[in-house]
């Protein structure tokens, strides 16, 4: 199956000819997947080289002139290191622009914690206006990407993620879809740990909500789960722990309720190993994170107290 990645160049070449306000901002990476686009639209396939400040800086000066920048490389570049860029060239100054990222959280661990941004999500919530998207499947990438480009002149980050599903799902943008109900509790699995989270809750009496647009938090779902699920919440991403717990407590912010955030740890793992090791550090394995969610919808406190990496919010009333 290819990758996210694999698919991000070719439907974007597609839109660049299909769509006359398309351009294509690079740094470097990823330009050798614009060879044949670049020929065809020279104008409209900017690399501005190992530049990350610049690449944001572009991309806003192409919005200025009625363009719809895509922008693209490692997340730590596009997000972390230009964030100045990101908060005043694109924010302050009202522009939208498409950032796409690859390489978040942990995707090449061989290219160290330069090349890992598990803060990436967190870091864009500080920021007024972003939608954001988490594909957890090439085929949901593609629907989530051409999305983001027809999204006016909205600001959009397209998390993309060598880790992947088995299987896409019909996916819209904006709303969290339902894919098993149960009555004692809500899991919500984020992007590609959907097929992990339905492992991990095999047998579980709970409903399992799939995110692939974290931002704007889709508050109504959530609400609608817990209705008939139950009010604790379990929230499992694949990028910091506890990114989304206040959008979920904002969500039941009239509803007793608790909050359990899974994701990546803060602590930075210096053996780099693979991605798959890596997602046994944090937990997010499918016997972790069993383990885990067990333990937080059993409500004793010795269960309660032994979850790792994660973050506990708790918001009850109730006793």
């Keep these: 199956m290819d990758t996210m990645r694999d698919r991000f160049a070719p439907v974007l070449s597609r839109l660049l000819d299909e769509n006359p306000r398309v351009v294509v901002v690079l740094a470097e990476i990823g330009l050798a997947d614009f060879g044949e686009a670049r020929q065809r639209h020279p104008d409209r396939v900017i690399n501005v080289g190992i530049r990350e400040q610049l690449l944001i800086g572009a991309g806003a000066g192409l919005a200025l002139t009625g363009l719809r920048p895509v922008v693209h490389t490692f997340a ?36 160290g914690f330069t090349h890992m941004a598990p803060g990436d999500v967190a870091l864009l919530d500080t920021l007024d206006g972003w ?26 980050y397209v998390r993309l993620s060598v880790q992947s599903n088995a299987g896409g799902l019909p996916v819209d943008g904006v709303r969290f879809r339902t894919v098993r109900e149960g009555g004692s509790g809500v899991v919500v699995a984020v992007g590609p740990t959907l097929d992990t989270v339905l492992t991990a809750t095999e ?33 499992v991403e694949p990028y910091l722990a506890g990114t989304s717990t206040a959008a979920a407590n904002d969500a039941l912010a009239d509803v007793p309720h608790r909050v359990l955030g899974l994701g990546v740890g803060r602590a930075e793992l210096r053996r780099y190993g693979t991605v798959e090791e890596h997602i046994t550090a944090h937990g997010l394995d499918a016997r972790s994170l069993r383990d885990r ?7 004793s406190p010795a269960r309660l107290g032994g979850v790792p990496s994660g973050t506990l919010s708790t918001v009850d009333r109730r006793v």
Excluded: M
Excluded at 101 to 106: C, D, E, G, W
Excluded at 134 to 156: M, S, Y
Excluded at 203 to 232: K, M, Q
Excluded at 293 to 299: K, Q, R
């Design 76 to 111: 730590s570049f596009l997000v972390e290191r230009p964030f100045e860029q990101v908060k005043l060239d694109l924010g302050h100054q009202g522009l939208g622009a498409v950032l796409v990222s690859a390489a978040a959280s942990f995707d090449w661990p061989a290219g």
């Design 203 to 235: 047998g579980l009496n709970v409903t399992v909500l799939y995110a692939t647009t974290v931002r704007p938090f889709d508050a109504a779902a959530l609400r609608r789960a817990v209705e008939s699920a139950g009010t604790d919440v379990v929230l």
């Design 131 to 156: 939608t954001v998207h988490v594909p957890g499947h090439p085929d949901e990438a593609e629907t989530l990407l051409r999305h983001a480009v027809a999204a006016g002149d909205e600001k959009v």
């Design 293 to 299: 969610i067990g333990g937080f919808l059993d409500t």
